[in-house]
């Protein structure tokens, strides 16, 4: 939920008359009023942070502000005053925050988007009325915006950017914020008058206090949905339609050819458009789009069955993801944050999917987009459409062999809410068409299809919510493309003990059915359990993201949450977490308990413990053995901390520690993640974040060699360093360098097999010794460098500049070696470097 985030709004608003009455917070017919009226300006007022203009010396201040965090409904510490105007074309606010100690505010200069602890004024805004969406826009007394759409009565997307202004003082009253947000950025109706949904929020850092206009109520559900009213928006101009951005790219990268490095010099055109169909339903479109501006993926060594999630980072994806998004295996304890769903857009443009088959190690690491498009927008009667499609390139490697078909991917999302927001019901089809050939046609399926449905309803009363999906899917493809399709470790169908494997099946479909229940606002408690079932051919991978087929969960979590100011601290939760896993046949796979609490003390410390014991019961393991059999599993024991510094100061300090204890203390891991973030000279941010991890485990999987399914004893160590830095010149203009070397290193011994009981209570009776020595592997060292330098200047409103240097390094041996971390980075730095150097060139048009 938004409400958990550290960023909320603020706005300037107008024309209402202070309320004379006594404010108390536990009479509601004292508390300010929550409807405004917005002045319209005759003159537009300059934006430069001042007052002086003749509309807002006609605006009657709001001053109605009250605290809402940490706690709900007090006195906020200093006054804060808002008014709002506006003419045919833009929104105006003005706030006014008080403070009298202006050189104690805090404030940082930073990038655009880049959130920082300071102090911070937001205006949230639903122009649509609609209760349900809306957007951002914040600034700290720097002049740093933030801006982000908002969906689903509040869920964020800061991937959305507009094109804004907004000027800043800092004086002997405190600060002021100016807002001037042209409608041109926001959706509303065509009818003639307009009322806006608005929150106003200030963050008073330095007291750790959030107070907002009107009440913002943690303990109810919803966020859009308590946003005040401003009435009186007449007579709006019709948004101009069309935006452009066109772009012009030079690059200059790495190519390793057979007989050694050369350089590849591109010159390339693009541009990204934004289209107005109706006051309140968008076009977007990309064409020739390119990424170099994007940060890298983290290191990652995967020594699993499953596939590695990778976030989002394109903006083109980013934006607008939400309208887009459709969960699987979304339970009442993971908070849906395993990435896995119906819509998964790093697979358009994905790196070629059949390089590694044909033995290319020259291509590119991404596939070239064609051409994308989304149509979004929300009609008058609740209906909420999205729609993508996009169109990627054939690409052939070596020896002319296709590693990549032209693919296409699309998405229609609808959802239609109901009871003004409090119901909704919706559906989503998702489609692949790879226009494969015989290179392709035995390794990638041909076409994969996806239709679902999903409903929440909102109890009278606002407290209780149930809400449920059903999803249907069918791949198909050359019976050797389903086959591997069968074999994929979602699927497992090869399994002895669960034999589904048909290699003359052309086509594979499946379904997952999922229905929750829980109690969404309360003042202390609140509580969620849920069921989902998902069928063993059910299949997503084509375009979305999918660990685990064939299983059933069933999960519920409760949470006691104080939110109010006590003696000793300014918030609490305790969070108590039940699950179990099935597959569809009723092996049992998991049964365990978690409990977790989180305190944030007085001085903005904060305090988070937790654990989890698992494999209570007779449980057995799906993956282990790789397509092998179930395998017994013993318990496992996983405890959790960490504790986080106060992000006030110019250094904060935070600490992680997590440990997992299982197969009878044979098997154990601890993870520490330190990590240091500097502010200096209020302009200069940066971060060092290690992350080191030692393993010991006593059935690592193998794989199947010949009848035999294999494992080993793995002693591994990994060491992650994560570099960020941030210089702003200005907040327009800033340099940012990010930067991870990452090593993981590991030797394996005692190699075992499975024995013929796999599902025995004893140890030792599962796993007995290998008889075929040749199959013990030795070890690994794997070395990765990678790193971002991004200059982005916005030298105009929506026009950008981007010079980016990006390097990467990596390379792998058979042996674990001798030499510590220090000894494996410097011989990283002796590894052959992939440069790449870009300069993006954009420039916005508005017609």
Known sequence: MLLGLPLLA??????QVPDPRPQHPSDPALLPPTSVVATRAAQPPVIDGRDDDAVWREALPITGFQEWRPSEGGPPKLPTEAKIAYDAANLYVFVRAFDPHPDSIITVLARRDYFVPTDMIWLFLDSYHDRRTGYEFGVN???????????????????????????????????????????????????????????????LYRYAQRVSWPLLRQSKAGFVSQFGDVDGFDDLEAPRRLEAAPYVVTKNVSEFTPTGIGRTQDVAMGGDMKYRVASNLTLDATFNPDFGQVEADPGVLNLTAFETFFREQRPFFVAGRGLFQFDVNCTAVNDCNTGEGLVYSRRIGRAPELAG?????????????????????????????????????HVTGVGGATIEPTSNYGVVRLRQDLRGGESSIGGIVTAVNRGNDSWTSQYLRSSAYVGAVDFRHRFPGRTYEISGSLDLTRVAGTDSAIALTQRDAAHYYQRPDALRYDPTRTSLSGSDAALQFGKVAGAHVMFQTGYERRSAGFEINDLGYLQRADQQAWSTWVGFFDRHQRALYQRFQWNFNWWQYWTTAGLPEERAFNTNTHTTFRNTWSFHVGGTVGQLGETYCYSCARGGPAVRQDPYFAPWAGLNGDDRKAIVPYFWVNYWGGDGGRSHSINLMPEVDFKLASRVTAAIIPNYTRTSNAVQPLGLHDTRYVFAHLEQ?????TMRFTYPFTASATLQVYAQPFVSKGTYSNVRQLSPTPRAADFASRYVPDTVVVDNPGGFNYKQFRSNVVFRWEYRPGSTLFVIWSQGRQGSTGVEGTRGFGGDIGDLFDLRPDNSFLVKLSYWINR
């Open 717 to 721: 160590k990994q060491l992650g360093v």
């Open 141 to 203: 007394p720097s002049g740093v915006k933030l801006d982000a759409q908002i969906y689903n009565d509040g869920n964020e997307d800061f991937a959305w950017d507009a094109v804004w202004d907004v000027a800043t003082r800092v004086d002997s009253l405190g600060w002021t914020a100016e807002f001037r947000i042209p409608l041109s950025q926001l959706r509303y109706g065509r009818q003639k008058r307009h009322t806006f949904g608005l929150i106003i929020d200030r963050d």
């Open 357 to 393: 088959t044909y033995n290319d190690t020259t291509s590119a690491a991404f596939t070239r987009i064609l051409g994308a498009g989304k149509l979004t927008g929300r009609l008058p009667s609740g209906l909420t459409i999205g729609v993508l499609d996009a169109v990627t390139q």
């Open 10 to 15: 603020t706005v300037t608003l107008a024309l």
